[in-house]
């Protein structure tokens, strides 16, 4: 298995060019990218001002899609900044990473669009039952969760009505 950054990098994180590989390891069937942020700081999404002091980091756990039928987790470092506004809201923030997952999020967006295809398609157990065959092991509550995320299909407004409508 490759182990070099740009090979991930490209796989991984294609179209993202804020993230780093840092390390990959592959044991138990699972294989385990370890990322973090590159830009220097970010803007305070209070008031807008840049910061690139440092208060805290935390790990967020993504799973991703399944490569080669084995699981794959990527462990994302966050760095939480010190805004410096004295009359912003916020006194510290996360670093943005809105590509790879929605804030707060445990699935990619690439995991979590699968997961609606197949919550759509089969739902509940069959959906999960797929889902399992796939790699991604995501339960039926899990993917009914998905399904009622999902925006409402829009609707025309119809152009011939009958008697009975």
């Known amino acids: 298995m490759p182990t070099g950054a740009p090979f991930w990098d490209s796989l991984v994180f294609d179209g993202i060019d804020d993230v780093d590989v840092e390390a990959v390891t ?46 794959f987790v990527i462990r994302l470092t966050v760095r939480r900044f010190i805004c410096g506004s004295a009359d912003c809201p916020r006194q510290t923030f996360a670093e943005p990473f809105s590509r790879p997952a929605a804030p707060r999020a445990r699935f990619t967006m690439r995991l979590n669009h699968a997961l609606e295809r197949v919550g759509l398609a089969l739902a509940r157990r069959a959906g999960a039952r797929l889902a399992a065959q796939l790699g991604s092991g995501a339960g039926r509550m899990t993917l009914l969760r998905r399904v009622m995320a999902l925006p409402d299909p829009g609707s025309s407004t119809p152009r011939v009505l009958g008697v009975d409508d």
């Open 26 to 71: 592959a044991a138990f069937g699972t294989v385990e990218v370890v990322a973090r942020g590159r830009a220097v700081g970010a803007a305070c999404p209070g008031c807008g001002r840049f910061s690139d002091r440092v208060h805290d980091r935390y790990r967020r756990r993504l799973k991703d899609l399944p490569l080669a039928g084995q699981g």
